[in-house]
Nanobody
Framework: QVQLVESGGGLVQPGGSLRLSCAAS????????MSWYRQAPGKERELVAT????????NYADSVKGRFTISRVNAKNTVYLQMNSLKFEDTAVYYC????????WGQGTQVTVSS
């Protein structure tokens, strides 16, 4: 079965950096686009970034463009989210996603930006 396991979250000061990882299994990773979403308290889940399966084209939410970078290593079945220049408003639970017949989600990893 599809499994997505996120890691790398934590507490960071404004302006700091974190790198999230998502280890995938249960499907042919290289064939699917992968995405990162986030959900802040009291808000709806929002799309942060997507990377395609072929060619590795990327798309970002306007709020993170220029600060976040999504990447993947197909040999490791892993997708990453490098987050730089973090802001208070980046505080959220971050989820890895793959869309096949349905959406699959990881358990999420908490990112807290606080001084």
């Amino acid at each position: 079965q599809v499994q997505l396991v996120e890691s790398g979250g934590g507490l960071v000061q404004p302006g700091g950096s974190l790198r999230l990882s998502c280890a995938a299994s249960g499907f042919i990773f290289r064939l699917y686009a992968m995405s990162w979403y986030r959900q802040a308290p009291g808000k709806e889940r929002e799309l942060v970034a997507t990377i395609t399966s072929v060619g590795g084209s990327t798309n970002y939410a306007d709020s993170v463009k220029g600060r976040f970078t999504i990447s993947r290593v197909n040999a490791k079945n892993t997708v990453y989210l490098q987050m730089n220049s973090l802001k208070f408003e980046d505080t959220a639970v971050y989820y890895c996603n793959v869309r096949r017949d349905v959406d699959y989600w990881g358990q999420g990893t908490q990112v807290t930006v606080s001084s």
